[in-house]
């Protein structure tokens, strides 16, 4: 049996206070230019050890409040789907979808 790697790295660049100030990533198999920049990232693993998640959470100082509230929102809408592709949990997804309207209206993000 043959056994693939992939590889994600990410860059951050910090100021003096260190507050990020450019988040760059690229992946093996992206498609497109080597090196992409995003302004801000949701980098979540699970350790079974321990039972317990490990989080990154990283914003840049160009990232505006509209941005982050559209970015929580497109986050919260995937992981109802990722919550619904692993676990079968349908109806649980459909209440995270149904919150994630919610907050879209409570933070007048408009789609």
Same mark, same amino acid.
């Given at each position: 049996m043959s056994s693939k790697k992939k590889e994600i790295s990410i860059t951050v %660049?910090?100021?003096?206070?260190?507050?990020? +100030?450019?988040?760059?990533?690229? =992946?093996?198999?992206? %498609?497109? %230019?080597?090196?992409? @920049?995003?302004?801000a990232m949701l980098l979540s693993m699970w350790d079974h050890q321990k039972k317990d998640t490990l989080r990154l959470d990283l914003w840049t100082k160009e990232m505006?409040?509209?941005?982050?509230?559209?970015?929580?929102? @497109? +986050?919260l809408v995937t992981m109802a789907?990722?919550? @619904?592709?692993?676990?079968?949990?349908? @109806?649980?997804?459909?209440?995270?979808?149904?919150? +994630? =309207?919610?907050? =879209?209206d409570k933070m007048e993000i408009t789609e």
């Open positions: %660049e910090l100021d003096e206070n260190n507050i990020p +100030t450019s988040i760059d990533w690229n =992946a093996s198999d992206k %498609e497109g %230019e080597d090196i992409a @920049q995003c302004r505006t409040i509209d941005e982050m509230k559209i970015f929580f929102h @497109q +986050t789907d990722t919550l @619904q592709n692993a676990t079968n949990e349908d @109806q649980m997804a459909e209440d995270m979808r149904d919150f +994630t =309207a919610y907050f =879209a």
